[in-house]
T-cell receptor
């Protein structure tokens, strides 16, 4: 079946602009994660959605970052007033249930000029 | 907080030879999972192998096997008969069986295969 998909693949934006990154998880997967992969910080957890529960936002680096997951499926990560330090690859992952493996999408490479 | 350490930023191996990538972790929990993920230049994180902490038997997937030493908190990956397609970044990762099950990653090891 189809894997996790993310769009856009690459995004270049100017400092101060807002961006939206999209993730389509594997159908039927109840859990969805966003991670950020940057040169200085490695791979870090951002946010976690599980079914209809309130998301775990403990990894979001600032209030400029937000995410939502509509209908328990597609998720959008929004970064407002982008800064150059937001430049990174943003990875999305989903898993079918607890204790199951997370499957990753191809990521969105964000470059803030 | 859990931490994962990969002390080898880069490794290289001759094609068809065997290479071992090191990983250590720190946790106070007894119930957790460990993973090795591969990230080729395409950026896609691909699961290589998974180990449940409660299992004493080391996981094996074809040419990939792990040496899991729970007491030492060590989780190394052995790649046998290395192939050119194995060239990638390899990340060791940890998940607690409690809470949100987020992955905690090491800093990665870049593996080069020498033809």
């Amino acid at each position: 079946g189809a894997g996790v998909s993310q769009s856009p693949s690459n995004k270049v934006t100017e400092k101060g602009k807002d961006v939206e990154l999209r993730c389509d998880p594997i159908s039927g997967h109840t859990a969805l994660y966003w991670y950020r992969q940057s040169l200085g910080q490695g791979l870090e957890f951002l946010i976690y959605f599980q079914g209809n529960s309130a998301p775990d936002k403990s990894g979001l680096p600032s209030d400029r970052f937000s995410a939502e997951r509509t209908g328990g499926s597609v998720s959008t990560l929004t970064i407002q007033r982008t800064q150059q330090e937001d430049s990174a690859v943003y990875l999305c992952a989903s898993r079918p249930g607890r204790q199951e493996t997370q499957y990753f999408g191809p990521g969105t490479r964000l470059l803030v000029l | 907080a859990q931490t994962v350490t990969q002390s080898q930023p880069e490794m290289s191996v001759q094609e068809a030879e065997t290479v071992t990538l090191s990983c250590t972790y720190d946790t106070s929990e007894s119930d957790y999972y460990l993973f090795w993920y591969k990230q080729p230049p395409s950026r896609q994180m691909i699961l290589v192998i998974r180990q449940e902490a409660y299992k004493q038997q080391n996981a094996t997937e074809n040419r990939f096997s792990v040496n899991f030493q729970k007491a030492a908190k060590s989780f190394s990956l052995k790649i046998s008969d290395s192939q050119l397609g194995d060239a990638a970044m390899y990340f060791c990762a940890y998940i607690s069986n409690f809470g949100n099950e987020k992955l905690t990653f090491g800093t990665g090891t870049r593996l080069t295969i020498i033809p």
